[in-house]
């Protein structure tokens, strides 16, 4: 063929042929025009004489990630053959589904000339896995080998979706009215397929030709798009000549008007039997849209369509009325689709874990605190954090298979930063426990929403204050009570002095006037006094020694308030800062993250910080003080502390909770 003279490529069908023959019609300047090729890699930048009737996958693509999107799954399989063909389609669609926040979780990929055993090992590989939703990108398959194993793998149920590309479609077009039976091992698979308008070039020609396969019309449309140019060029008055050339190939006739006949070849538009046939700036057939099927009772019955601009609709394209700037998938509609297993509710797409595999659950098996959770000798899983995790599945609408694993020796607080690692590792599929929500932690793994309050706090050791007899002498010092008891007395003395000329209260016998005048300064403090004061003078020392009094009874009574409710800290810490500043040893509990904060965050030398694996070791520490041995102070998560504090006097917490966190279950499967 490239010996003689050859103006233009019709063909071929094969993307993974395509791509070779484009690189030989580069060099030979002869334009391919390709009716099935649908890889997207397949462009124009890298192979400039290749053209494309038919629509790209990448447009396909996305028309099957707005279907993903409109029914909410966030996480599928695609299976796919391992060509050109398969990969760069699956490529284009991973970015696509990434556009709408969801992602193909597993890849596989089946060899060319894949048989029944390759499929199987693909499905039996798949079925462990969290997503039920399956995109089969293949070349189409008259014997739906991949449908026959998935359903001797019980893999064609309710719990299953099944979405393909339209492979299915140019499969189903090739099948007889005595193969129609076959539909019956597709009953509720989804499909997407080429959507062409209906001209009136379609009524010349018999209806079974037009709708048996639409790339046998894209095939006529091309070889007209071809006829078209080949006219167009000669009637410019061109001459089809060539130019020998000698290459690895041997010698090779070059089109000396390659170029000219692409220009004229790419601004070709006419009406063909698919609809309008014209080139984007891809030299893509300017593409027009798809529907899909969904197979049911042994029918095909299209449940909508989709475009780039009308987004999924129950309305046939071509009565839509579309502003082409818009996008309008916000509008998205289907009809009714059957899934597999005869079930019209939108399935839930995916599992997290089955009886044949349950989940792993990674529980820390803690030494201390193990009210939380722990491992008893009897392998009895326990604690207040699996009493949560019990009734929370209680509100899932669905059976959730587990067990428990311990992750730890017991004989000392596991690491829980290694335990989320294990998570995100695949070791276990979710951790249960007292999980702190920390940021290097959620970079790596899901957490549920927190199901309890906590945060770092500060403990100290601290001296309670005993009431004792004479306690009420306390507030005030000797001497403050010296002075008052002399105010008492010079007060008493300056009234009388100022009243008993005067005032007859003030008047009699000495022994008289002396138990006057002392009841009548002492009495102040209690109730108003039986004698009045008469003298202007009086009254006003009386004024400024009621006011006296009520400062020096305010002062007492919240003195001896304190005295009585307050414990007394016999430690200068009063908070992170203060503590930090001191540089002296620092408790932490094993396996918390307050180490890697403190040591971190709060760059405190990793040498002050001391390991302690029980309250008993916390108690001891405090006592011993950091000068013995001991610490100064212990950073811990406050649960934690007020266990602690239930069980041990002496001991408090300072200042405020310096970070606000929350305990949750670790999961890397979340939807």
């Known amino acids: 063929m490239l010996e003689r003279d050859v103006v233009a490529i019709i063909g071929p069908q094969s993307s993974t042929v395509s791509h070779m023959i484009s690189q030989i019609a580069n060099g030979v300047q002869v334009p391919t025009i390709s009716y099935a090729a649908t890889d997207p890699t397949l462009s124009s930048l890298q192979f400039p004489y290749f053209f494309r009737i038919t629509q790209s996958d990448s447009y396909q693509m996305a028309a099957m990630a707005n279907l993903i999107d409109f029914y909410g799954w966030k996480e599928v399989i695609a299976i796919h053959t391992d060509d050109e063909y398969g990969r760069n389609g699956i490529f284009s669609l991973d970015d696509e589904v990434e556009k709408r926040m969801s992602k193909i979780s597993y890849k596989f990929a089946l060899p060319i000339n894949y048989n029944l055993d390759d499929i199987t090992n693909v499905l039996n590989g798949s079925i462990p896995l969290g997503p039920r939703v399956y995109i089969i990108h293949i070349n189409p398959d008259p014997a739906l080998k991949i449908f026959q194993v998935a359903n001797k793998l019980n893999m064609m149920t309710s719990d299953y979706v099944w979405l393909t590309t339209d492979w299915l479609c140019t499969t189903l077009s090739s099948l007889t009215p005595k193969d129609q039976s076959v539909l019956r091992i597709i009953e509720g698979v989804v499909g997407i397929c080429q959507h062409t308008a209906e001209t009136s070039l379609v009524k010349n020609f018999g209806s079974n030709f037009y709708r048996s396969n639409v790339y046998g019309s894209y095939a006529y449309d091309t070889v007209w798009a071809v006829a078209h140019t080949i006219d167009t060029f000669l009637n410019q008055e061109n001459n089809l000549t060539f130019t020998i050339a000698e290459s690895q190939f041997g010698k090779l006739k070059i089109f000396d008007g390659g170029k000219l006949f692409v220009k004229i070849l790419s601004e070709i538009n006419f009406k063909g039997l698919t609809g309008p046939i014209h080139f984007d700036g891809d030299r893509n057939l300017v593409p027009y849209g798809y529907k899909v099927i969904n197979i049911i009772k042994l ?315 029980s309250p008993d070791e916390y108690a001891r520490a405090l006592l011993l003080g950091p000068h013995n041995g001991g610490v100064a102070a212990i950073v811990d998560e406050l649960p934690y502390v007020e266990l602690f504090l239930m069980d041990h006097d002496g001991f408090a917490i300072v200042g405020q909770p310096f970070t606000r966190s929350g305990w949750g279950f670790v999961s890397n499967l979340l939807p």
């Open 299 to 613: 029918a095909v019955n299209n449940v909508g369509y989709w475009s780039n601009h009308s987004g999924l609709s129950i309305k046939p394209l071509e009565s839509l009325k579309v502003d082409k700037t818009i996008s309008s998938v916000s509008n998205d509609k289907l009809g009714v689709i059957t899934w597999p297993g005869g079930k019209t509710d939108r399935p839930r797409g995916w599992v997290i874990g089955d009886t044949e595999r349950p989940l792993r659950i990674g529980i820390p098996k803690r030494a201390s605190f193990v009210k939380f959770v722990t491992e008893l000798s009897n392998h009895t899983i326990e604690g207040y954090c699996v009493d949560v995790f019990k009734e929370a599945l209680k509100l899932v609408p669905y059976e959730l298979p587990y067990r428990f694993v311990p992750f730890g020796d017991g004989l000392s607080n596991p690491s829980y930063d290694d335990l989320v690692k294990f998570v995100k590792d695949d070791v276990f599929d979710g951790a249960v426990g007292d999980i702190a929500i920390v940021t290097n932690r959620t970079r790596i793994v899901d957490y549920t929403q927190p199901y309890a309050t906590t945060g770092l706090v500060i403990v100290v050791p601290i001296n309670n204050s005993k009431a004792a007899t004479w306690v009420f002498l306390r507030p005030f010092t000797t001497e403050m009570w010296c002075v008052t008891a002399m105010a008492f007395v010079l007060i008493a003395i300056v009234i009388w002095l100022l009243e008993h000329r005067v005032n007859d209260d003030f008047r009699g016998p000495l022994k008289r006037q002396l138990v006057t005048i002392f009841l009548f300064s002492f009495s102040t403090l209690f109730k108003k006094n039986q004698e009045d004061t008469v003298s202007p003078l009086g009254r006003m020392v009386m004024v400024v020694w009621l006011f006296l009094l009520m400062v020096i009874t305010s002062s007492y009574t919240a003195s001896l308030t304190s005295i009585l409710t307050v414990q007394q800290l016999s430690s200068p810490i009063t908070g992170i800062d203060s503590l930090v500043a001191t540089h002296l040893p620092i408790g932490y509990q094993v396996g918390s993250f307050a180490y890697t904060y403190l040591a971190e965050s709060l760059f405190v030398p990793r040498s002050s910080l001391i390991p302690l694996g």
